[in-house]
Every structure is written in structure tokens, then in C-alpha cells.
């Protein structure tokens, strides 16, 4: 009976160990797991270069400078969602310059023409996150999902090595 007891309190203050050392370092080791997601490619000529919504002052000048660089002909510009308020405003007749419009200002002064630029009139919704990524579930189930991707593509890789590359194809199917 002692013996059980021992072995209760053990287990409980284990859980109680282990669950606040993942409470306290969860968003630590949680954030850096999400870096660990972000890739840099080399910069090449592309079709357009896509400005999502969110701090434009940051983003545009990027934008128009890949386009005067030449390695982008177009720019298209994604409308954020209203921010709280501005639909009380708007109906008070107060105009609340939104994101897209500030980024219109802000390459027409970066020399951008006009042509260029090709704008999505309607909102998008949730294209640019805070940092609090670890407060919002699908935002954790999505990291999660790309992670267990990540380890499966590992074991197909592991996998490869061990048998060879032959045995993974798939066979023949015949389509009538």
C-alpha cells in the first residue's frame, strides 16, 4: 500500500515537473520550432510580387524595390480587414484611410506606375498574424501539421536510403 502511495506521489509531482517546465518554456520552444519553419531563397525574377496587408510602411518599399531591380513587372497589393471601428466612423462620415489605400500612396511616391500595381478590392482575412501565434489553437494545430509533415518527409527520406529508391515507386495501374 505504501508502495502505491510512493509511486502515486511520484507520478504526480513528475506530471506537475513536466507540466510547468512546458508551461514556462512552451512559448520559448514553441517560437523557436516556428523558425525553425522559415526558409530564405535566393531572390529571382518572378511574375509579381505579392504585398500582403500589414505594416504597409514595411512591405511596400521591399515591393518597389524588387520592382525597380526588374525582378518583378507587377505588384499586387491584398486589402486587410477593417480594423474595429472604422465601420462606426465610416457611418459617422469619418474617412479612415485603410491599408490598401496607404500602400497606394506609398509606391505612387516610390516611383511605381500605376500599370504596375493590381489591387484586390475585397478584405482578406487573417493573411498577416501578431506574434502571439502560440495564442490561437488553429495556429497550433497548423505549426503541428507542418511539423508531422516534416517528419514524415525525414522517414521517406530515411526510408529511400535504407531500401532504395526502387522499391518506392508505385505500380502499373491499368485505366480502362
Same mark, same amino acid.
Given at each position: 500500500?505504501?508502495?502505491?502511495m ?17 508551461y ?11 523558425r ?12 509579381m510580387?505579392?504585398?500582403l ?12 524595390r524588387l ?8 505588384i ?11 465601420? #462606426? *466612423?465610416? @457611418?459617422? !462620415? ?6 490598401? =489605400?496607404?500602400? &497606394? ?6 516611383r ?15 493573411l ?14 497548423q ?8 517528419? #514524415? *518527409?525525414? @522517414?521517406? !527520406? ?6 532504395? =529508391?526502387?522499391? &518506392? ?6 485505366v480502362?
Amino acid at each position: 500500500m505504501i508502495r502505491l502511495m510512493c509511486r502515486l506521489v511520484r507520478a504526480r509531482v513528475t506530471v506537475l515537473v513536466l507540466g510547468g517546465a512546458l508551461y514556462l518554456g512552451g512559448p520559448y520552444l514553441l517560437t523557436h520550432a516556428g523558425r525553425y519553419l522559415i526558409t530564405q531563397d535566393p531572390l529571382v525574377k518572378a511574375d509579381m510580387a505579392l504585398v500582403l496587408s500589414g505594416q504597409p510602411h514595411l512591405c511596400v518599399p521591399e515591393a518597389a524595390r524588387l520592382y525597380h531591380e526588374g525582378l518583378v513587372p507587377k505588384i499586387l497589393l491584398v486589402n486587410e480587414p477593417r480594423p474595429p471601428g472604422q465601420d #462606426d *466612423l465610416l @457611418r459617422l !462620415g469619418i474617412r479612415y484611410p485603410d491599408g490598401l =489605400e496607404i500602400s &497606394l500612396q506609398l509606391l505612387e511616391a516610390l516611383r511605381v506606375p500605376r500599370e504596375a500595381i493590381l489591387t484586390i478590392p475585397e478584405r482578406a482575412d487573417g493573411l498577416h498574424r501578431p506574434r502571439r501565434t502560440w495564442n490561437n489553437l488553429a495556429d497550433v494545430r497548423q505549426t503541428v501539421w507542418e511539423y508531422a509533415a516534416l517528419v #514524415d *518527409l525525414w @522517414r521517406r !527520406g530515411l526510408w529511400r536510403a535504407v531500401v532504395g =529508391e526502387a522499391t &518506392l515507386v508505385p505500380p502499373a495501374v491499368t485505366v480502362r
